[in-house]
């Protein structure tokens, strides 16, 4: 246990991290040219979208310490708008993802005023209808929204092979984005003070901090990545409806990869998405019966929460559950 | 000149009235605060910083109104305070929790490189330089109490609160802080102090009020309000006095 401790320490934790994540980055650019296997860059593809929605949900639920439990419905209006916008006005997904991005910050700007009034579990619960809203919300718009019945958009002009590549490149920038916004957040002002918010927030309050204005900026930014790559997704699915694209699922996906990576780290819920969103699938594929990948990735978030409650990254760093 | 005015101060919980008419002005001395346990010192504290709002009456810092200012814009116009139970930003360093503040607290533009530079001085002066890159969660209550003024210290306030430094300390770190807060009053800086330690705040207080059920019931030098049988009274009950 503890070779392995240190030898991933090693990659990961010093100043080795810097080639470690450039060698990641070259090898997932190339691995189109390396893999003619549509399956592994759809896993990844797919994989790339749950590990930005964990990422986004990091900042405010990692670093800030607002536990979000609704973050599915910045992925859901991230899709729709970009659906709606591709199917009535014909407008590019690759440009109105980003629009999507900002429907989602002007939502989260209505939502976080008064629900980051709220603390731990209150702000949990509140959050926790923002899905089930949206998605009863679209559901009911049948005009503009297709209802039930959802809505189909054009396939992209590109034969399969292409088209999954342009969109496992896309999926991917928006990924790495993320992580950088959250890398820069790591070493700015800006983050730091979200994260004595998260220690104690009357404290940061007191000494200076603006707390009710940081909170709801890192909101937005927290909103802002899930709803870009759902927007993306929607073009890529070329089919969404309500039932899929605002499954509360997806919130806990983002909860329990950041938990099981380390919630409040740059890494974190990169390394829990990839460990997790991996297992999940092989038990599928080994496993044919329903429900089997949610059976087994419940089993890990529950041993998560006993062993490691300071994630991967928590447990690496030398920090125990105890504090 | 008075650095801090309370002038007909009101502060109701529901049916409590935990301050009552409060009014009084701290320049740039020592001002102690005593009373029993649950007599408004820590509820004063929150008014004056902008954590509750009075019901009635008004702050002035240095003539201006700062009456329900939220307690960011309080902490930058220059009051700093520490908190009776230590409130530490638990998982950064000791070093980040002052930074943090000085990032944020303060009016004057200082470059990151000066502020460094200033963060480590006042880490030196308290005494927590050799846990700069400790995380808070590892300091003891000695050093946790040392953190809060350092936090507090950062921003150049004009006026410190301080809340029970003194208790649950051992005789030799009460020393210790206590002749830390008169080394950061010689500053210049002036100092509210909240202190159930006699020992300490008989000592180092120019001037004591003293609060009992919201009330401002006695004022003067420590030996005047030690006498004063409305204060014995208040702590020890009706007939000894």
Redesign the interface.
């Known amino acids: 246990m503890s070779f392995t401790r240190s030898l991933i320490k090693k990659c990961l934790v010093s100043k080795n991290k810097k080639y470690v994540v450039f060698i990641l980055t070259a090898l997932t650019l190339s691995l189109p040219l390396l893999s003619s296997e549509i399956f592994y860059i759809d896993f990844l593809l797919v994989l790339f979208m749950y590990a930005t929605i964990a990422v986004g949900w990091n900042i405010i639920g990692g670093y800030t310490g607002y536990v979000s439990f609704g973050h599915v419905a910045f992925f859901g209006l991230g899709a729709y708008t970009t659906a709606i916008l591709l199917v009535r006005f014909g407008l590019s997904p690759f440009v109105t993802c980003i629009l999507g991005g900002v429907v989602a910050i002007v939502f989260a700007l209505l939502i976080g005023i008064p629900t980051l009034k709220l603390k731990g579990a209150y702000f949990a619960i509140a959050t926790l209808g923002l899905g089930f809203v949206l998605q009863l919300l679209f559901l009911n718009l049948g005009s503009l929204t297709g209802g039930g019945e959802g809505l189909s958009l054009p396939l992209p002009p590109w034969d399969i092979k292409t088209s999954v590549e342009i969109f496992y490149y896309a999926m991917f920038i928006v990924f790495l984005a993320s992580v950088l916004t959250t890398y820069w957040l790591e070493h700015s002002r800006f983050g730091l003070a979200l994260k004595c918010i998260r220690d104690d927030e009357l404290s940061a309050e007191t000494s200076g901090i603006p707390t009710a204005k940081l909170k709801t900026m890192a909101f937005l930014l927290s909103a802002f990545f899930p709803a870009v790559s759902g927007g993306l997704f929607s073009y890529y699915a070329t089919y969404i409806d309500p039932i899929t694209v605002f499954d509360p699922k997806i919130s806990m996906y983002a909860i329990v990869f950041s938990m099981l990576g380390g919630s409040g780290s740059v890494l974190g819920p990169v390394i829990g998405s990839i460990i997790l969103y991996s297992v999940a699938q092989t038990a599928r594929y080994l496993i044919t019966a329903p429900g089997v990948d949610v059976m087994v990735f419940s089993a890990i978030a529950v041993a998560v929460i006993i062993y490691l409650p300071e994630g991967i990254v928590g447990f690496l760093k030398g920090r125990s559950g105890a504090k | 000149m008075s650095l801090l005015k309370v002038i007909n101060c009101w502060k109701l919980f529901g049916g409590l009235k935990a301050l009552q008419n409060v009014n009084f002005e701290a320049d740039q001395g020592i001002l102690g605060i005593i009373g029993p346990n649950g007599a408004g010192k820590t509820t004063l504290f929150n008014v004056i ?1 902008g ?1 509750y709002k009075p019901d009635k009456g008004k702050v002035f810092l240095k003539n201006r109104d700062i009456t329900g200012l ?3 814009t309080i ?2 116009l220059g009051i700093s ?1 520490t ?1 009776q139970i230590p ?6 360093t000791v070093f ?2 002052v ?3 000085g ?4 009016v004057d533009k200082v470059s990151k490189k000066e502020l460094i530079e200033e963060t480590e001085k006042i880490l030196e002066f308290v005494g927590l330089i050799d846990k700069r890159d400790e995380e808070a ?1 590892s300091l003891n209550i000695h050093q946790r109490k040392l953190l809060e003024i350092a ?1 507090g210290l950062i ?1 150049k306030p004009i006026l410190l609160l301080v809340d029970e430094i003194a208790s649950g300390l051992t005789p030799a770190e009460v020393d210790n802080v206590v002749s830390l807060i008169k080394k950061v009053n010689e500053k210049g800086i002036g100092v509210i102090w909240i202190e159930h330690v006699m020992r300490a705040i008989m000592k180092a207080a120019e001037r004591i009020i003293v609060l009992d059920y919201g009330k401002i019931i006695s004022e003067g030098s420590p030996e005047k309000v030690a006498k004063d049988p409305l204060v014995i009274r208040a702590y020890l009950g009706e007939e000894i006095a």
């Open positions: 910083t954590v939220s307690p960011h902490r930058r305070r908190f409130r530490p930003f638990i998982n950064e980040e929790n930074l943090a503040a990032f944020f607290g303060r969660s936090r921003t």
